[in-house]
């Protein structure tokens, strides 16, 4: 896997401009780094700011005071909109995006991982929404990233074709050193994946939360860590789609 440097990310802060209004800031002071391996949760109320600083780690968004620094390597993304080409079909999606010194994927493998083996030959417009944004991180795998940025990958997804989802992001960070930091709104499924989890409130969204995830057997720790943030913020135990952020 190419790369072993840190994701650097320091947002003093970012503004938003809008016709005939005065500037207005939507993120301020966020500043974190991660490593490779590490299963980072971004988690936040609707609107708070989630999507726009993924796009600034991935620097689709360069207005902003403060700095970005990805690790070496391919990145793979998954957006809120599958966006795959509606002509090809979802293998033919997923061999787009690889590229000369990129090995070539098992795409039946790689379909087979997010339970969409019978659904190489189909076009996108024959897919749910759910089985859309499988296809999405499918196609994010195939280009063997050392990065993988997901920006609310679970929505639409029941909890079984969640939790298993999350647990093929878990192996891939465990196995393939891949840094995965994702974008979500419910705090009990974070912390079923996560290594960390942090937390954007407030207006401007800061960083109000960065907190380790205890060991997976020890159940007691993680279970009052569950319960002292939804004491704290009680938005994330809202199970709803996040159209925002």
Known sequence: MPGAATLDLRVREKR???????PRAVLRDVCFRAGPGEVIALLGRSGAGKSTLLRIALGLDPDFNGGV???????????????LLPWLTVAENLRLVVTDGVPEPD???L?????LA????????????????????ARALA?????????????SLDRRLASALGALLV???????????????????????????????????????DLPVPDREDIAARERLRVALLARFPFLAAAEPDEGG
């Open 16 to 22: 938003f401009t809008t016709a005939g209004a005065p």
């Open 69 to 83: 620094t990805l690790p070496h390597g391919r990145v793979g993304v998954v957006f809120q909109e599958p966006r």
């Open 107 to 109: 795409i039946a493998a």
């Open 111 to 115: 379909l087979a991982s997010v339970g």
């Open 118 to 137: 019978e659904a190489g030959s189909l076009r996108p417009g024959e897919l749910s929404l759910g089985m859309a944004r499988r296809a999405a991180v």
């Open 143 to 155: 280009v063997d990233p050392a990065v993988l940025v997901l920006d609310e990958p679970f929505v």
């Open 171 to 209: 192996t891939r960070a465990r196995r393939g050193g891949t840094l995965v930091l994702v974008a979500m709104h419910d705090a009990e499924h974070a912390l079923a994946i996560a290594d960390r989890v942090l937390v954007l409130h407030g207006r401007p969204a800061a960083l109000a939360a």
